[in-house]
């Protein structure tokens, strides 16, 4: 009688050959993976983001990033998180007026750098806590100023809607190709129909060209001024 065919036992190394697996990468954490999140928003826009695309970026399974985040909304707002924690808190001044307009005006260029993220702050569904910090500091020197909390509110608001508004106009996720419909629009606007308009526009916007900073400094001296409009507001 022949004797059995002889079975060796299976050999670990063979053990799913021919199925590619993707192991988690060693090191990962949800502070790279919202640093590579936000590197390819910065690079690619907004609507990349996804689970998959930031596995690709950082050479892993998607699922190994459900281990850190718990999905794409997550981990949007650990990207928000970690950007508004690098907004200016603590700036040099002698002044509430010197404090707020050093800290509005660097919070302004700084966000020129992340335009992106004003685009989600606007939908009114995500906000980062780590900003909590500039707005108290804000609030701090308004109040210490003198004015009330409804009016040092107000003022804050004024203020950050003048700097949310600039950027979101002079800074374009992506230039417009010109000439832009817009461009053209402007361009021929008649001077008979629009005349101020029309008048503005041909002196064009001269030698200045920080009217944010303009318009901030006349908001501060607005508001902080003992005749401002704000002490009709009362407490």
């Not at 808190?89 to 992106?116: F, Q, T």
């Not at 780590?130 to 109040?143: G, I, M, P, V, Y």
């Not at 901030?216 to 002490?231: M, N």
Request: charged share 25%.
């Amino acid at each position: 009688m022949d004797s059995p065919a002889h079975t060796s036992p299976p050999d670990p190394a063979r053990r799913g050959r021919g199925v590619p697996r993707r192991r988690p990468r060693p090191g990962l954490t949800p502070e790279v993976i919202a640093r590579a999140g936000r590197e390819l928003i910065e690079r690619q826009g907004l609507d990349a983001l996804t689970m998959r695309a930031v596995a690709a970026e950082l050479d892993t399974a998607a699922t190994s990033l459900y281990r850190h985040v718990a999905d794409r909304d997550a981990l949007l707002l650990a990207i928000l998180e970690d950007i508004a924690s690098r907004l200016p808190v603590e700036v040099p001044g002698s002044s509430p007026k010197e404090r707020l307009r050093n800290r509005l005006s660097a919070a302004h260029d700084y966000m020129a750098e992340h335009i992106w993220v004003l685009h989600i702050l606007i939908r009114g569904e995500l906000v980062a806590r780590n900003a909590f910090r500039f707005s108290d500091a804000c609030l701090a020197d308004f109040l210490s100023a003198g004015l009330t909390e409804r009016q040092a509110s107000t003022a804050y608001r004024a203020c950050w809607h003048l700097t949310t508004g600039e950027l979101l106009n002079e800074h374009p996720l992506t230039p417009p190709r010109e000439p832009s419909q817009r461009s053209i629009a402007v361009g021929s606007v008649d001077p008979a129909e629009l005349p101020a308009m029309a008048r503005v526009m041909s002196a064009g916007r001269g030698p200045d060209h920080n009217a944010y900073l303009v318009a901030l400094d006349a908001l501060l001296t607005v508001f902080l001024s003992t005749g401002s409009p704000l002490r009709d507001l009362g407490e």
